[in-house]
Each structure stands twice: as C-alpha cells, then as structure tokens.
C-alpha cells in the first residue's frame, strides 16, 4: 500500500477518495452530533445552527461536512507540499497519512471549529513559506493576518496563530517593522469590522462571546489502553519521521531546509494551543495533524525496506476497524 502512494499518479486521487469513505465508515453509520462548547466562537455556534433543522432529521450530514473538510485539506496539503518540493519526487503518501491519522483518533473525524480552521491553515501554509522570496509580501502577510483572525471567530484560542505568522517572518524574511506591523493589522481587522457591527446593530452583549476569558490548564484525557494505542500510533512514526527528515534536509536547498524547520514550529504551536481553555477529550488536537502528516509522510517516505513502515500502516488500519466494532458494540 505504501509502495502504491509512492508515486504521483493522478489515479491515487481517486483511490484515496474511496479508502477514505472506507475506513471513516463508522463514523456514517454511527454519526456524532456535535455540541456547542464554551470555546466555539460565534461563527461556529452560528454554523451549527444552520445545520441544526437540517441534521435532526439527517444526521449524517455531520460527518459527511467532516469528511469533506478532511478529504480536501488532505488533497490539497500533499498538492502544496509537492509543489514546494519538500520531497525529492512527487507522491500521495501526505494526503494517505492525513486521512489514517485523522482515522486513529475518532475525535478528529467530528465536525469541530479546529477541522475548520484547518483548511484555513492549510490555504495560508504555502503563502507563509512562499514569504521567502515574494515580490509583495505586505499584501500576502494582510491576508495571512486576515484569515488568522478570522480563525479566532469559529475557536477563539486560534488567534495565538500569530506566533505561527511570528516564526513565518523570522524564518523567511529580514526584518522590516512595516511588515510586522501589517500582519497585526491583518489579524485585527475582522475583530474592527465585528466592533463596528456590534455599534451599528447595538450588540454589544454578543462581545464576550468573541473574547472569553483565557486560562490555561492541563486537559482531562482519560488514559486508557485505548488512548495509549491511539498515542503510539500517532506519535512512533511522528518521532521517526521527525529524525528522517532532519537527517535528509540538510542536503537540500536552504528554503526547503526552513520549510521543514517552519513545520516543526508549526507542529508545536499547534500541540500548544488545545491548552487555552481546554475541554475534555482530543477534539481540539486535530490541529495538529496537518504537521503530524507531513512527517508521518517521511517515515513512510524515505526507508528503503517498507517492512516497518508497512508494519505501522497495517496496524493503524487494523486499529480504525477495532474503533468500528466498538461504535456498534
């Protein structure tokens, strides 16, 4: 299966739409509604009272929105990711590990303001790498800032992306005051528009909603046998794809070499922030699966001898099947 991905035949679009709808099968069959939080921001909450009518009566909607949202972040990250040449060939093993991990850990195929927001991430990624050498970097950096506050209205914790953009500027460009000062503007501006429709329509009361307090604390995971399968089926080709990696982009090109230094940031940041007012669960951690398959794609990518990768590929997959026979249970 490994060896299949390995290539870049267009056909693996499709052979990866149909394994997708295969091993996300329980979360058709079984569908989770999902419930609104004190961490959902107001777009969010709005969102699923749109779908409230429609979903009551076909609860399957949920995960088909779910599987939506990950099947295309999962197509269009491995696109990106072989456009900017962070490997030396073209292949679909980003976009097989997106759909596995997010497969391993049932929390991250429900519908959650962290999956949306992933395919804002997944959008602005190349535009943060491509700062490197873009010709008009104030525009592009607006646009990143934009889209990061816009983030903060579906999971207001997201608005501590600004260390991502922060990293993107110290990795990629020299620095120029007026650029750092432009992103901020970026972030702020939804939050100017959102004031100024609160004034005009006298909302006021809607305020804390858009800004709740914030508190860090340690979240409560039951840590059960189940957690620690999901855990080592994560992390294990996360930790060795991390070294492979590092080993094989030192003979790269200095921009491929940050990228690959950004993703870890990325990967960091993104594990950091489910602890700003943290709920119950893992939910919130879909976050960083994007960085999680990046590197997951190099263990499967770069050993000559698949035994193991292989290996890991088969009992994720075996384990995706324990988790349907124990939501029909």
């Given at each position: 299966?490994?060896?299949?991905?390995?290539?870049?035949?267009?056909?693996?679009?499709?052979?990866?739409?149909?394994?997708?709808?295969?091993i996300?099968?329980?979360?058709?069959?079984?569908?989770?509604?999902?419930?609104?939080?004190?961490?959902?921001?107001?777009?969010?909450?709005?969102?699923?009272?749109v779908?409230?009518?429609?979903g009551?009566?076909?609860?399957?909607?949920?995960?088909?929105?779910?599987?939506v949202?990950?099947?295309?972040?999962?197509?269009?990250?491995?696109g990106?990711?072989?456009?900017?040449?962070?490997?030396?060939?073209?292949?679909?093993?980003?976009?097989?590990?997106?759909?596995?991990?997010?497969?391993?850990?049932?929390?991250?195929?429900?519908?959650?303001?962290a999956?949306?927001?992933?395919?804002i991430?997944?959008?602005?990624?190349?535009?943060?790498?491509?700062?490197?050498?873009?010709?008009?970097?104030?525009?592009?950096?607006?646009?990143i800032?934009?889209?990061?506050?816009?983030c903060?209205f579906?999971?207001?914790?997201?608005?501590?992306?600004?260390?991502?953009?922060?990293?993107?500027?110290?990795?990629?460009?020299?620095?120029?005051?007026?650029?750092?000062?432009?992103?901020?503007?970026?972030?702020l501006?939804?939050?100017?528009?959102?004031?100024?429709?609160?004034?005009?329509?006298?909302?006021?009361?809607?305020?804390?909603?858009?800004?709740p307090?914030?508190?860090?604390?340690?979240?409560?995971i039951?840590?059960?046998?189940?957690?620690?399968?999901?855990f080592?089926?994560?992390?294990?080709?996360?930790?060795?794809?991390?070294?492979?990696?590092?080993?094989?982009?030192?003979?790269?090109?200095?921009?491929?070499?940050?990228?690959?230094?950004?993703?870890?940031?990325?990967?960091?940041?993104?594990?950091?922030?489910?602890f700003?007012?943290s709920?119950?669960g893992?939910?919130?951690?879909?976050?960083?699966?994007?960085?999680?398959?990046?590197?997951?794609?190099?263990?499967?990518?770069?050993?000559?001898?698949?035994?193991?990768?292989?290996?890991?590929?088969?009992?994720?997959?075996?384990?995706?099947?324990?988790?349907?026979?124990?939501?029909?249970?």
């Open positions: 299966m490994i060896r299949f991905f390995s290539g870049n035949n267009p056909l693996n679009v499709f052979t990866l739409f149909f394994l997708g709808l295969l996300k099968l329980p979360y058709f069959t079984a569908p989770v509604i999902p419930q609104i939080q004190e961490t959902d921001g107001f777009l969010y909450i709005e969102l699923l009272k779908l409230k009518q429609p009551s009566v076909f609860p399957t909607l949920y995960p088909i929105f779910a599987f949202l990950l099947f295309t972040q999962a197509i269009t990250f491995n990106l990711v072989n456009d900017q040449k962070l490997f030396p060939t073209p292949h679909y093993l980003l976009a097989l590990s997106y759909l596995v991990i997010t497969s391993v850990v049932p929390e991250w195929n429900v519908l959650s303001p999956l949306i927001i992933n395919t991430l997944v959008i602005t990624w190349p535009r943060m790498v491509e700062l490197y050498h873009h010709p008009k970097p104030k525009t592009v950096l607006f646009n800032g934009f889209g990061f506050g816009i903060s579906f999971y207001f914790p997201s608005a501590y992306l600004l260390l991502l953009l922060i990293v993107a500027l110290l990795l990629f460009r020299s620095f120029y005051l007026t650029e750092w000062l432009i992103a901020i503007l970026g972030i501006t939804p939050f100017y528009f959102l004031l100024v429709y609160f004034f005009v329509w006298d909302k006021w009361y809607m305020i804390e909603a858009v800004v307090n914030q508190y860090l604390r340690l979240p409560n039951r840590y059960s046998w189940e957690f620690w399968i999901k080592s089926l994560v992390v294990f080709p996360l930790l060795v794809g991390l070294a492979t990696s590092r080993r094989y982009s030192v003979r790269m090109l200095v921009q491929t070499r940050k990228s690959w230094n950004f993703m870890i940031f990325y990967l960091i940041i993104a594990l950091f922030i489910p700003i007012n709920l119950p893992l939910a919130h951690w879909v976050l960083a699966a994007v960085p999680i398959s990046l590197f997951h794609a190099a263990f499967y990518y770069y050993p000559k001898k698949k035994t193991l990768p292989e290996l890991i590929f088969w009992l994720g997959l075996l384990w995706i099947v324990a988790n349907y026979v124990l939501l029909n249970s």
